[in-house]
């Protein structure tokens, strides 16, 4: 009996000092589960103070964000603001609009080399050519340094800006202008990609074509989206030339072609360059009808889309 009850006493006391290891070990548990994450809050704006007039601001905007540390967080908003958690440290961001007709994405993953290019027109190309469709409104927004502290919130915005220009032409024809049956157009020395980051072009290579329509009996207007004309800028050779082929009701046809850069145009960086031509048709004997330009005027608005690269005056 007393070797049972020294036992009991022994078990007894094994018995708490195992059920005091197990509440230790489960306090210990629950400190480690309410362990805050070294996380933050983001939210972030877009201010459209920068949207082209006349033009809506696009259906949803794609974010990304650039950790130091190499990391790349992606999401989307399409109601103009975006929130979410993120580790904490310091990122760079691009908020760019991705759905756009006539465009492609390249370099996403590296915050500098990011860029936005114009599809290729394949059904014009020659072998030393390289035609690009229209691209639609590109809106690129970026931020240099967004911090994210641990259980904090950062707000801040992001100013989208377009990316695109816009040339519009008018097209008034004089003298036996109702001797033109057709119409086509083509502007030369076009950037086909843009950095995302930047918005800076680097080659003014690219042809894309422009769809003359008539709007009365001797005017007819064009427009086309691009990246980005060729820049005033020593190390850019390469000029702005609108191509406009008439072809007449007696079978014949006629190319002319005019610079819009250099010393014509006041800034080419502009979103808006506008174009009015005058033409004057005229009969001839030998080749049935003729076609001269009597007038060329390029004027630009004030909004601009700086685009020219290595340029010192540039913010970034």
Same mark, same amino acid.
């Given at each position: 009996?007393?070797?049972?009850?020294?036992?009991?006493?022994?078990?007894?006391?094994?018995?708490? !000092? &195992?059920?005091?290891?197990?509440?230790? /070990?489960?306090?210990?548990?629950?400190?480690?589960?309410?362990?805050? @994450?070294?996380?933050?809050?983001?939210?972030?704006?877009?201010?459209?103070?920068?949207?082209?007039?006349?033009?809506?601001?696009?259906?949803?905007?794609?974010?990304?964000?650039?950790?130091?540390?190499?990391?790349?967080?992606?999401?989307?908003?399409?109601?103009?603001?975006?929130? #979410?958690?993120?580790?904490?440290?310091?990122?760079?961001? =691009?908020?760019?609009?991705?759905?756009?007709?006539?465009?492609?994405?390249?370099?996403?993953?590296?915050?500098?080399?990011?860029?936005?290019? $114009?599809?290729? =027109?394949?059904?014009?190309?020659?072998?030393?050519?390289?035609?690009?469709?229209?691209?639609?409104?590109?809106? +690129?927004?970026?931020?240099?340094?967004?911090?994210?502290?641990?259980?904090?919130?950062?707000? %801040? %915005?992001?100013?989208?800006?377009?990316?695109?220009?816009?040339?519009?032409?008018?097209?008034?024809?004089?003298?036996?202008?109702?001797?033109?049956?057709?119409?086509? /157009? &083509? !502007?030369?020395?076009? &950037? $086909?990609?843009?950095?995302? +980051?930047?918005?800076?072009?680097?080659?003014?290579? $690219?042809?894309?074509?422009?769809?003359?329509?008539?709007? $009365?009996?001797?005017?007819?207007?064009?427009?086309? !989206?691009?990246?980005?004309?060729?820049?005033?800028?020593?190390?850019?050779?390469?000029?702005?030339?609108?191509?406009?082929? =008439?072809?007449?009701?007696?079978?014949?046809?006629?190319? =002319?072609?005019?610079?819009?850069?250099?010393?014509?145009?006041?800034? @080419? #960086?502009? %979103?808006?360059?506008?174009?009015?031509?005058?033409?004057?048709? +005229? &009969?001839?004997?030998?080749?049935?009808?003729?076609?001269?330009?009597?007038?060329?005027?390029?004027? #630009?608005?004030?909004?601009?889309?700086?685009?020219?690269?290595?340029?010192? #005056?540039?913010?970034?």
């Amino acid at each position: 009996m007393g070797k049972i009850a020294y036992m009991g006493r022994v078990s007894l006391r094994c018995a708490a !000092l &195992a059920v005091g290891m197990t509440l230790l /070990a489960s306090s210990c548990v629950k400190r480690n589960l309410y362990v805050k @994450p070294d996380e933050g809050t983001v939210i972030l704006d877009m201010d459209w103070k920068n949207l082209v007039q006349g033009e809506n601001p696009p259906q949803q905007m794609s974010l990304y964000f650039y950790g130091e540390n190499g990391t790349l967080l992606r999401g989307t908003t399409d109601n103009g603001t975006f929130t #979410t958690v993120l580790p904490s440290g310091n990122y760079k961001v =691009l908020a760019v609009n991705e759905e756009v007709e006539g465009v492609g994405f390249n370099n996403m993953s590296d915050y500098d080399r990011a860029y936005a290019y $114009a599809l290729p =027109l394949n059904k014009l190309a020659k072998a030393d050519e390289e035609w690009v469709r229209q691209p639609g409104w590109v809106y +690129s927004g970026h931020l240099l340094e967004v911090n994210v502290l641990k259980q904090d919130t950062t707000l %801040t %915005t992001v100013v989208p800006e377009p990316m695109v220009q816009r040339v519009s032409m008018n097209i008034y024809l004089t003298g036996d202008y109702d001797a033109v049956a057709e119409m086509s /157009a &083509a !502007l030369s020395g076009v &950037a $086909a990609s843009v950095l995302l +980051s930047t918005g800076e072009c680097n080659d003014y290579a $690219a042809l894309t074509q422009l769809e003359p329509q008539q709007v $009365a009996g001797n005017h007819y207007t064009a427009n086309a !989206l691009v990246f980005g004309v060729a820049a005033v800028n020593p190390d850019v050779s390469v000029d702005n030339k609108v191509r406009l082929e =008439l072809s007449f009701n007696n079978g014949g046809s006629q190319v =002319l072609e005019e610079t819009i850069t250099g010393d014509v145009i006041e800034d @080419p #960086t502009a %979103t808006e360059i506008n174009i009015n031509v005058e033409i004057e048709v +005229s &009969a001839n004997s030998e080749v049935g009808f003729t076609a001269v330009i009597t007038g060329w005027e390029v004027t #630009t608005d004030g909004m601009n889309v700086d685009n020219r690269p290595n340029d010192p #005056t540039k913010q970034q």
